[in-house]
Protein backbone atom coordinates (compact mmCIF):
# COMPACT_ATOMS: atom_id res chain seq x y z
CA UNK A 1 0.00 0.00 0.00
CA UNK A 2 1.71 3.72 -0.88
CA UNK A 3 2.42 5.68 2.09
CA UNK A 4 3.77 8.97 3.50
CA UNK A 5 6.23 9.56 5.33
CA UNK A 6 7.04 12.97 7.83
CA UNK A 7 10.59 12.62 9.42
CA UNK A 8 10.10 15.35 11.66
CA UNK A 9 6.96 14.93 13.27
CA UNK A 10 7.40 18.57 15.54
CA UNK A 11 10.39 21.29 15.06
CA UNK A 12 11.62 24.28 16.67
CA UNK A 13 13.13 27.32 15.13
CA UNK A 14 14.33 30.54 15.66
CA UNK A 15 13.23 33.21 13.75
CA UNK A 16 15.40 33.66 10.84
CA UNK A 17 16.63 30.07 10.19
CA UNK A 18 16.12 28.10 7.62
CA UNK A 19 13.44 25.69 7.59
CA UNK A 20 13.42 21.83 5.36
CA UNK A 21 10.74 19.49 6.32
CA UNK A 22 11.25 15.98 4.80
CA UNK A 23 8.54 13.93 3.04
CA UNK A 24 9.04 10.40 1.29
CA UNK A 25 6.49 8.83 -0.75
CA UNK A 26 6.32 4.93 -1.43
CA UNK A 27 4.76 4.71 -4.95
CA UNK A 28 6.49 3.99 -8.20
CA UNK A 29 4.34 5.50 -10.74
CA UNK A 30 2.97 8.82 -11.61
CA UNK A 31 2.24 11.14 -8.43
CA UNK A 32 0.83 14.70 -8.14
CA UNK A 33 2.37 16.11 -4.91
CA UNK A 34 0.52 18.99 -2.39
CA UNK A 35 2.08 20.39 1.18
CA UNK A 36 -0.69 21.75 3.11
CA UNK A 37 -0.76 24.51 6.02
CA UNK A 38 -2.78 24.38 9.21
CA UNK A 39 -2.21 27.93 11.03
CA UNK A 40 -3.66 27.54 14.42
CA UNK A 41 -7.56 27.66 14.37
CA UNK A 42 -7.73 27.55 10.44
CA UNK A 43 -8.78 25.10 8.02
CA UNK A 44 -6.56 23.20 5.57
CA UNK A 45 -4.90 25.11 2.66
CA UNK A 46 -2.98 24.62 -0.06
CA UNK A 47 0.54 25.77 0.64
CA UNK A 48 2.46 24.31 -2.74
CA UNK A 49 1.56 21.54 -5.77
CA UNK A 50 3.36 19.67 -8.02
CA UNK A 51 1.63 18.07 -11.17
CA UNK A 52 4.28 18.23 -13.56
CA UNK A 53 7.27 20.03 -15.38
CA UNK A 54 9.97 22.14 -13.13
CA UNK A 55 10.60 19.87 -10.09
CA UNK A 56 11.17 22.85 -8.20
CA UNK A 57 7.92 24.51 -7.26
CA UNK A 58 7.25 27.95 -5.46
CA UNK A 59 4.08 28.40 -3.48
CA UNK A 60 3.00 30.80 -1.21
CA UNK A 61 4.34 32.67 1.86
CA UNK A 62 7.98 32.21 0.10
CA UNK A 63 7.80 28.30 0.45
CA UNK A 64 9.40 26.33 -2.48
CA UNK A 65 9.51 22.41 -2.62
CA UNK A 66 11.67 20.31 -4.84
CA UNK A 67 10.49 17.06 -6.49
CA UNK A 68 13.16 14.31 -6.67
CA UNK A 69 12.00 11.33 -8.43
CA UNK A 70 14.44 9.47 -7.54
CA UNK A 71 14.48 9.63 -4.33
CA UNK A 72 10.46 9.46 -3.77
CA UNK A 73 10.80 12.58 -1.88
CA UNK A 74 9.27 16.11 -1.88
CA UNK A 75 10.50 18.60 0.56
CA UNK A 76 9.52 21.67 1.73
CA UNK A 77 12.24 24.53 2.34
CA UNK A 78 11.72 28.16 3.32
CA UNK A 79 15.29 30.42 3.67
CA UNK A 80 13.64 32.35 6.49
CA UNK A 81 11.01 31.58 9.00
CA UNK A 82 8.89 33.87 10.57
CA UNK A 83 6.97 33.50 13.98
CA UNK A 84 3.91 33.44 11.11
CA UNK A 85 5.24 30.22 10.10
CA UNK A 86 4.03 28.44 12.95
CA UNK A 87 1.79 26.31 11.88
CA UNK A 88 0.95 22.11 10.77
CA UNK A 89 2.15 21.53 7.53
CA UNK A 90 0.96 18.05 6.00
CA UNK A 91 2.57 16.25 2.42
CA UNK A 92 0.16 14.56 0.61
CA UNK A 93 0.46 12.46 -2.46
CA UNK A 94 -2.17 11.67 -5.61
CA UNK A 95 -0.81 8.09 -6.62
CA UNK A 96 -1.67 7.76 -10.32
CA UNK A 97 -2.76 3.86 -11.68
CA UNK A 98 -3.56 2.77 -8.28
CA UNK A 99 -6.86 4.50 -8.00
CA UNK A 100 -8.71 6.78 -10.32
CA UNK A 101 -10.20 8.44 -7.49
CA UNK A 102 -9.60 12.17 -6.12
CA UNK A 103 -8.15 10.59 -3.06
CA UNK A 104 -4.65 12.02 -1.43
CA UNK A 105 -2.26 9.97 0.77
CA UNK A 106 -1.54 11.96 3.84
CA UNK A 107 1.82 12.16 5.81
CA UNK A 108 1.23 12.42 9.42
CA UNK A 109 2.23 15.57 9.87
CA UNK A 110 4.80 18.54 11.13
CA UNK A 111 4.22 20.96 13.84
CA UNK A 112 6.66 23.62 13.29
CA UNK A 113 7.02 26.29 16.05
CA UNK A 114 8.87 29.11 15.25
CA UNK A 115 9.94 31.58 18.18
CA UNK A 116 10.48 34.67 17.77
CA UNK B 1 -13.23 30.36 -4.79
CA UNK B 2 -13.80 27.65 -3.83
CA UNK B 3 -15.99 26.99 -0.34
CA UNK B 4 -16.78 24.56 1.27
CA UNK B 5 -18.71 25.26 4.49
CA UNK B 6 -19.40 22.35 7.49
CA UNK B 7 -22.24 22.59 10.00
CA UNK B 8 -20.64 22.94 12.66
CA UNK B 9 -17.57 24.46 14.17
CA UNK B 10 -17.89 22.81 17.88
CA UNK B 11 -20.21 19.80 18.91
CA UNK B 12 -20.50 18.33 22.21
CA UNK B 13 -22.82 14.91 22.18
CA UNK B 14 -23.61 11.98 24.53
CA UNK B 15 -22.51 8.89 24.38
CA UNK B 16 -25.10 6.32 22.36
CA UNK B 17 -26.21 9.78 20.38
CA UNK B 18 -26.92 9.83 16.43
CA UNK B 19 -24.78 12.39 15.24
CA UNK B 20 -24.96 14.01 12.04
CA UNK B 21 -22.50 16.19 10.22
CA UNK B 22 -22.94 17.89 7.07
CA UNK B 23 -20.58 19.34 4.40
CA UNK B 24 -21.17 21.66 1.55
CA UNK B 25 -19.51 22.71 -1.32
CA UNK B 26 -19.68 25.18 -3.81
CA UNK B 27 -17.92 24.25 -7.19
CA UNK B 28 -19.69 21.61 -8.67
CA UNK B 29 -16.96 19.05 -7.80
CA UNK B 30 -17.22 15.39 -7.47
CA UNK B 31 -15.06 14.47 -5.22
CA UNK B 32 -16.34 15.05 -1.36
CA UNK B 33 -14.13 13.31 1.32
CA UNK B 34 -14.61 13.01 5.09
CA UNK B 35 -11.62 12.53 7.63
CA UNK B 36 -11.11 12.62 11.03
CA UNK B 37 -7.24 14.70 12.41
CA UNK B 38 -6.34 13.51 15.40
CA UNK B 39 -2.55 14.63 17.12
CA UNK B 40 0.31 12.37 15.48
CA UNK B 41 -1.71 10.12 13.21
CA UNK B 42 -2.56 13.21 10.55
CA UNK B 43 -5.40 13.05 8.00
CA UNK B 44 -7.24 9.68 8.07
CA UNK B 45 -9.78 9.06 5.49
CA UNK B 46 -13.22 8.15 6.57
CA UNK B 47 -15.26 7.99 3.54
CA UNK B 48 -15.64 9.24 0.52
CA UNK B 49 -18.16 9.75 -2.59
CA UNK B 50 -17.21 10.41 -6.14
CA UNK B 51 -20.57 11.25 -7.33
CA UNK B 52 -23.97 11.00 -6.22
CA UNK B 53 -25.28 8.48 -3.77
CA UNK B 54 -21.87 6.74 -4.79
CA UNK B 55 -19.48 6.37 -1.55
CA UNK B 56 -16.31 4.10 -0.45
CA UNK B 57 -14.90 3.16 2.53
CA UNK B 58 -11.80 5.02 3.47
CA UNK B 59 -9.15 3.81 5.97
CA UNK B 60 -11.00 3.97 9.27
CA UNK B 61 -15.35 3.68 8.06
CA UNK B 62 -15.87 1.67 11.10
CA UNK B 63 -18.53 3.37 13.20
CA UNK B 64 -19.97 5.64 10.82
CA UNK B 65 -22.00 5.78 7.68
CA UNK B 66 -22.23 8.86 4.62
CA UNK B 67 -25.06 10.22 2.80
CA UNK B 68 -24.28 12.07 -0.54
CA UNK B 69 -28.08 12.67 -2.25
CA UNK B 70 -26.78 15.69 -3.80
CA UNK B 71 -24.12 16.37 -5.49
CA UNK B 72 -22.90 19.65 -3.19
CA UNK B 73 -23.89 18.21 0.34
CA UNK B 74 -22.06 15.05 1.91
CA UNK B 75 -23.24 13.77 5.41
CA UNK B 76 -21.43 11.91 8.07
CA UNK B 77 -23.09 10.16 10.39
CA UNK B 78 -22.02 8.61 13.52
CA UNK B 79 -24.89 6.05 14.42
CA UNK B 80 -24.05 5.75 17.88
CA UNK B 81 -21.65 8.06 19.03
CA UNK B 82 -18.52 6.86 21.43
CA UNK B 83 -16.01 8.69 23.47
CA UNK B 84 -12.75 7.61 21.11
CA UNK B 85 -14.75 8.94 18.29
CA UNK B 86 -13.96 12.78 19.89
CA UNK B 87 -12.15 14.14 17.10
CA UNK B 88 -11.88 17.03 14.63
CA UNK B 89 -13.40 16.03 11.30
CA UNK B 90 -12.71 17.37 8.31
CA UNK B 91 -14.85 17.82 4.98
CA UNK B 92 -12.69 18.05 1.58
CA UNK B 93 -13.56 18.14 -1.69
CA UNK B 94 -12.05 18.05 -5.17
CA UNK B 95 -12.78 17.72 -8.93
CA UNK B 96 -12.76 14.50 -10.67
CA UNK B 97 -10.61 15.03 -13.82
CA UNK B 98 -8.45 17.53 -15.57
CA UNK B 99 -5.55 20.05 -14.53
CA UNK B 100 -6.43 19.98 -10.82
CA UNK B 101 -7.16 16.69 -10.20
CA UNK B 102 -6.26 15.61 -6.64
CA UNK B 103 -5.81 19.15 -5.03
CA UNK B 104 -8.66 18.91 -1.98
CA UNK B 105 -10.15 22.26 -0.80
CA UNK B 106 -11.48 21.82 2.73
CA UNK B 107 -13.86 22.91 5.55
CA UNK B 108 -13.02 24.92 8.56
CA UNK B 109 -13.37 21.14 10.65
CA UNK B 110 -15.84 20.41 13.39
CA UNK B 111 -14.95 19.39 16.40
CA UNK B 112 -16.91 16.98 18.27
CA UNK B 113 -16.53 15.95 21.69
CA UNK B 114 -18.30 12.97 22.95
CA UNK B 115 -19.29 12.75 26.74
Known amino acids: AQSVSQHNHHVILSEAASLELGCNYSYGGTVNLFWYVQYPGQHLQLLLK??????LVKGIKGFEAEFIKSKFSFNLRKPSVQWSDTAEYFC??????????????FGQGTTLQVKP | DVKVTQSSRYLVKRTGEKVFLECVQDMDHENMFWYRQDPGLGLRLIYF???????EKGDIPEGYSVSREKKERFSLILESASTNQTSMYLC??????????????FGPGTRLTVT
Open chain 2, 49 to 55: SYDVKMK
Open chain 1, 92 to 105: AVKAYGSSNTGKLI
Open chain 1, 50 to 55: YFSGDP
Open chain 2, 92 to 105: ASSINYGAGFGEQY
